[in-house]
């Protein structure tokens, strides 16, 4: 084989993949319109007028729903908090903010996977008001009109201040590793960093009667109830907007009748630092497979001692 032709073949190979990586070749615009578009044929009940791929799948907090079910139905708009995101390297697009179905709202993340300008993969993680959390059912903590209040930012960070990709997800996965260790200082963080969880802040709070402040993104971690933060996947990486969008399980403490929670999580890095901390997250039984996405399709992991069978 001549060299000119391992060059020419070198060359096909790479174009190839970039072009597999890319999801077809679709650019934010056009992750950006494929997003829309499948918005918006929810809002309207319509799965035909979404761009769906030939064996589209959609999960509804981690449980199969086919077009036409859950959300196909029950969607009615969206709200008043919206913000997307876009990845071009591994196409995938995503919103995050509110939803509304009839009189009631949810806050979500939408994970959409794109393959050959058709979307091949749609993955809805939803907080409601009313389900089951840490105390049990109608625990969780849930405040969509707080979130409006309190959006993320929406913005362009200039090039010359951008981290690189590989940076930005070493940087977010620093928040698990603290948590598993119970160590607020492995995570690389602002002082005073917030964390919004369903729409409610959690950090930097008053005291109760008089006590002292809460703390921020990173404090408080020694009496955190999580053994484990299991199946951490960073599928979205908005190098334009400086934020990693984080999808995993927290597995509890050996003995502890706490569920585990399915969580998105978005971090916004300022600085090389984390800034903001936004999630969407649920609670589910312990017989109910999750996060039900490769490379953990099944129910991970799940030891009888860390779920008990009566969650």
Same mark, same amino acid.
């Given at each position: 084989?001549?060299?000119?032709?391992?060059?020419?073949?070198?060359?096909?190979?790479?174009?190839?993949?970039?072009?597999?990586?890319? #999801?077809?070749?679709?650019? *934010?615009?056009? !992750?950006?319109?494929?997003?829309?578009? &499948?918005?918006?044929?929810?809002?309207? =009940? /319509?799965?035909?007028?979404?761009?769906?791929?030939?064996?589209?799948?959609?999960?509804?907090?981690?449980?199969?729903?086919?077009?036409?079910?859950?959300?196909?139905?029950?969607?009615?708009?969206?709200?008043?908090?919206?913000?997307?995101?876009?990845?071009?390297?591994?196409?995938?697009?995503?919103?995050?903010?509110?939803?509304?179905?009839?009189?009631?709202?949810?806050?979500?993340?939408?994970?959409?996977?794109?393959?050959?300008?058709?979307?091949?993969?749609?993955?809805?993680?939803?907080?409601?008001?009313?389900?089951?959390?840490?105390?049990?059912?109608?625990?969780?903590?849930?405040?969509?009109?707080?979130?409006?209040?309190?959006?993320?930012?929406?913005?362009?960070?200039?090039? #010359?201040?951008?981290?690189? *990709?590989?940076? !930005?997800?070493?940087?977010?996965?620093? &928040?698990?590793?603290?948590?598993?260790? =119970? /160590?607020?200082?492995?995570?690389?963080?602002?002082?005073?960093?917030?964390?919004?969880?369903?729409?409610?802040?959690?950090?930097?709070?008053?005291?109760?009667?008089?006590?002292?402040?809460?703390?921020?993104?990173?404090?408080?971690?020694?009496?955190?109830?999580?053994?484990?933060?299991?199946?951490?996947?960073?599928?979205?990486?908005?190098?334009?907007?400086?934020?990693?969008?984080?999808?995993?399980?927290?597995?509890?403490?050996?003995?502890?009748?706490?569920?585990?929670?399915?969580?998105?999580?978005?971090?916004?890095?300022?600085?090389?630092?984390?800034?903001?901390?936004?999630?969407?997250?649920?609670?589910?039984?312990?017989?109910?497979?999750?996060?039900?996405?490769?490379?953990?399709?099944?129910?991970?992991?799940?030891?009888?001692?860390?779920?008990?069978?009566?969650?």
């Amino acid at each position: 084989m001549t060299r000119r032709l391992v060059l020419g073949t070198l060359m096909t190979l790479s174009c190839s993949t970039a072009a597999f990586a890319t #999801g077809g070749n679709c650019d *934010r615009a056009c !992750l950006k319109t494929l997003l829309d578009q &499948y918005l918006a044929a929810v809002v309207k =009940h /319509d799965p035909a007028a979404a761009p769906l791929m030939i064996g589209f799948r959609q999960t509804e907090n981690a449980i199969v729903v086919r077009p036409g079910a859950g959300l196909w139905k029950s969607m009615s708009g969206l709200g008043g908090m919206q913000r997307r995101y876009f990845d071009a390297v591994t196409g995938q697009a995503a919103y995050f903010g509110v939803i509304e179905e009839g009189a009631e709202k949810a806050v979500v993340t939408l994970r959409l996977k794109v393959d050959d300008r058709k979307i091949s993969e749609a993955e809805w993680i939803m907080a409601r008001k009313g389900e089951w959390g840490p105390n049990g059912p109608n625990g969780n903590v849930f405040n969509a009109e707080s979130l409006v209040s309190n959006p993320p930012p929406e913005r362009v960070v200039p090039k #010359g201040q951008r981290l690189s *990709r590989e940076s !930005l997800v070493a940087i977010t996965n620093s &928040y698990f590793d603290g948590l598993t260790t =119970h /160590d607020g200082e492995i995570i690389q963080h602002e002082a005073g960093c917030t964390r919004v969880e369903n729409g409610t802040v959690m950090t930097n709070r008053p005291g109760r009667n008089g006590g002292p402040p809460g703390g921020d993104c990173a404090a408080g971690l020694n009496n955190f109830n999580a053994s484990i933060v299991a199946a951490r996947r960073y599928p979205i990486v908005d190098e334009d907007a400086q934020a990693v969008l984080a999808i995993a399980v927290f597995l509890r403490k050996p003995g502890s009748p706490v569920r585990r929670n399915v969580f998105s999580e978005w971090f916004f890095i300022d600085n090389a630092k984390i800034h903001l901390v936004y999630s969407a997250m649920f609670y589910p039984p312990s017989d109910q497979p999750v996060p039900n996405w490769p490379p953990y399709d099944g129910n991970w992991p799940l030891p009888a001692s860390l779920a008990p069978a009566t969650q």
